[in-house]
T-cell receptor, first 115, second 119 residues
Framework: QKEVEQNSGPLSVPEGAIASLNCTYSDRGSQSFFWYRQYSGKSPELIMF????GDKEDGRFTAQLNKASQYVSLLIRDSQPSDSATYLC???????????????FGKGTHLIIQP | GAGVSQSPSNKVTEKGKDVELRCDPISGHTALYWYRQSLGQGLEFLIYFQGNSAPDKSGLPSDRFSAERTGGSVSTLTIQRTQQEDSAVYLC?????????????????FGPGTRLTVL
């Protein structure tokens, strides 16, 4: 059974600092990795996706993937109070003909940016 | 208005009643997913449709749950004889293609959800 693990938090980070969110997954066949942000009472919204080992940067966000260690992380630079939300890590087999059961989501990390 | 839409946004029902939840995916998206999110919990996969293929029902929690997708577009999730533990937000997502191609197009976009409360 595919599992995605995240620290539930809350993770408290002062405004302007770097927030680091981590995720580990169990299925070595996983090919696609996503970070979603979910505000309280709202549906998840995609922040970033990454498929290759290494770093991928998009504005203040950097996703890091290490398939050998089976972890993926999200860094948020210059954290803002508006970044306070739950961050969901999702893993899929996508692109390899598998993953017909959709993405597997972690339970999310609750991030709080302190002004 | 090109996003995923769901209706109703809120549904309150009595235990034992049947409910139908609707999802209208992004135009052109062939893959459609249903998830359930209970209070304070992560997303629980329920069912997946890819085009006109038979759906993957491996996540449905019981035989009271069923879903259909007509014409490869709109989907309806039906819960029969609702129980209090069915109370949750039901989220629908669509993607351009399911995880069958090699172009990594399985980014899922979520609808606003339907909050179901079973009294």
């Amino acid at each position: 059974q595919k599992e995605v693990e995240q620290n539930s938090g809350p993770l408290s980070v002062p405004e302007g600092a770097i927030a680091s969110l981590n995720c580990t997954y169990s299925d070595r066949g996983s090919q696609s990795f996503f970070w979603y942000r979910q505000y309280s009472g709202k549906s998840p919204e995609l922040i970033m996706f990454i498929y290759s080992n290494g770093d991928k940067e998009d504005g203040r966000f950097t996703a890091q993937l290490n398939k050998a260690s089976q972890y993926v992380s999200l860094l948020i630079r210059d954290s803002q109070p508006s970044d306070s939300a739950t961050y969901l890590c999702a893993v899929g087999l996508g692109g390899s003909g598998g993953g017909a059961d959709g993405l597997t989501f972690g339970k999310g990390t609750h991030l709080i940016i302190q002004p | 208005g090109a996003g995923v839409s769901q209706s109703p946004s809120n549904k309150v029902t009595e235990k034992g009643k049947d409910v139908e939840l609707r999802c209208d995916p992004i135009s052109g998206h062939t893959a459609l997913y249903w998830y359930r999110q209970s209070l304070g919990q992560g997303l629980e996969f329920l069912i997946y449709f890819q085009g006109n293929s038979a759906p993957d029902k491996s996540g449905l929690p019981s035989d009271r749950f069923s879903a259909e997708r007509t014409g490869g577009s709109v989907s309806t999730l039906t819960i029969q004889r609702t129980q209090q533990e069915d109370s949750a937000v039901y989220l629908c997502a669509s993607s351009l293609a399911g995880p069958q191609g090699r172009t990594y197009t399985d980014t899922q976009y979520f609808g606003p959800g339907t909050r179901l409360t079973v009294l």
